[in-house]
């Protein structure tokens, strides 16, 4: 199993930048894709972004394609979603999250294994 820790979320403009991170800890050798979902209220879950651990390929949402970049650090078994212009739609808790089973991104919340606890992004008008 892997621990994962977001960190980062907060209040931004919108037009603004943040950046989101997820701290991983545990079997995290085990971990071969890790993504990023996001939750509105009253939404479902949606995906937003994932990248393979060893290769780095990565996938987008296309809401947020060329405005998102996805990146990870692997001396420091870290995730992180660069968020650029962003918009009030944007506004959800976003998820970390790790899979042990896919090699390459996949978009379905239902083959992750893994999630963190989530970490609050509002952008306001």
């Known amino acids: 199993q892997v621990q994962l820790v977001e960190s980062g979320g907060g209040l931004v403009q919108a037009g603004g930048s943040l950046r989101i991170s997820c701290a991983a800890s545990g079997r995290t050798f085990s971990t071969y894709t890790m993504g990023w979902f996001r939750q509105a209220p009253g939404k479902e879950r949606e995906f937003v972004a994932a990248?393979?651990?060893?290769?780095?390929?990565?996938s987008y949402a296309d809401s947020v394609k060329g405005r998102f970049t996805i990146s990870r650090d692997n001396a420091k078994n870290t995730l992180y979603l660069q968020m650029n212009s962003l918009k009030p739609e944007d506004t959800a808790v976003y998820y970390c999250?790790?899979?042990?089973?896919?090699?390459?991104?996949?978009?379905?919340?239902?083959?992750?294994?893994?999630w963190g606890q989530g970490t609050q992004v509002t952008v306001s008008e």
């Open positions: 990248i393979t651990w060893s290769r780095g390929i990565t």
């Open positions: 999250a790790a899979s042990r089973r896919i090699t390459i991104p996949n978009t379905s919340q239902y083959m992750y294994d893994d």
